[in-house]
């Protein structure tokens, strides 16, 4: 079946670490994303590639990174810059025609 | 800006009610419009994808309006279920490839 697939679902790390979330998808969609979601706060953005090897800055890219190598992935690195890493993390692709947006199942942080 | 706000934040019906969210938004220059279904600890699943050009769309028991000029858009849950239980969000896309999220409704319905 075709679809987004995010690891870990659940990560722990200690502060100063960086942590790497993984993202695939077999949907063949030119886009992907990373939002990070929080109690009260509704989803925000933090980058979003239309293309392999490009990416952009979303509203709160500080303290994260990430790569677009190939086109069904999409990795984020939250790094230890991050003030506040501990979140609800969802990647998402979309079809360039449509615009439709489809997600993961998300990955917990939980910094110690 | 755009800003998309939902209201109301929590909602809870008895099974076998007609219900209606809402979504609102302040740029009308819109390119389209989605609403999502969360469960607990889980990502967005979508459940319709309404484009500029369109004034609804409707997959079995939902129906999503679209009215650009005054910024709203609705959902219609027919004959609702407790497995409709779920927090619903409604996103739009403007120009730029970036969605703007609404906070979501939370949607109770009790047997």
């Known amino acids: 079946d075709g679809g987004i697939t995010q690891s870990p679902k659940y990560l722990f790390r200690k502060e100063g670490q960086n942590v790497t979330l993984s993202c695939e998808q077999n949907?063949?969609?030119?886009?992907m994303y990373w939002y990070r979601q929080d109690p009260g706060q509704g989803l925000r953005l933090i980058y979003y590639s239309q293309i392999v090897n490009d990416f952009q800055k979303g509203d709160i890219a500080e303290g994260y990174s990430v790569s677009r190598e190939k086109k069904e992935s999409f990795p984020l690195t939250v790094t230890s810059a991050q003030k506040n890493p501990t979140a609800f993390y969802l990647c998402?692709?979309?079809?360039?025609?449509?615009?439709?947006?489809?997600f993961g199942e998300g990955s917990r942080l939980t910094v110690l | 800006k755009q800003e998309v706000t939902q209201i109301p934040a929590a909602l809870s019906v008895p099974e076998g009610e007609n219900l209606v969210l809402n979504c609102s938004f302040t740029d009308s220059a819109i390119y389209n419009l989605q609403w999502f279904r969360q469960d607990p600890g889980k990502g967005l699943t979508s459940l319709l994808l309404?484009?500029?050009?369109?004034r609804e769309q409707t997959s079995g028991r939902l129906n999503a309006s679209l009215d650009k000029s005054s910024g709203r858009s609705t959902l219609y849950i027919a004959a609702s279920q407790p497995g409709d239980s779920a927090t619903y969000l409604c996103a739009v896309r403007g120009g730029s490839e970036k969605l703007v999220f609404g906070k979501g409704t939370k949607l109770t319905v009790n047997p």
């Open positions: 998402a692709s979309s079809k360039v025609e449509t615009g439709e947006l489809f």
């Open positions: 949907l063949n969609h030119d886009a």
């Open positions: 309404i484009q500029s050009s369109q």
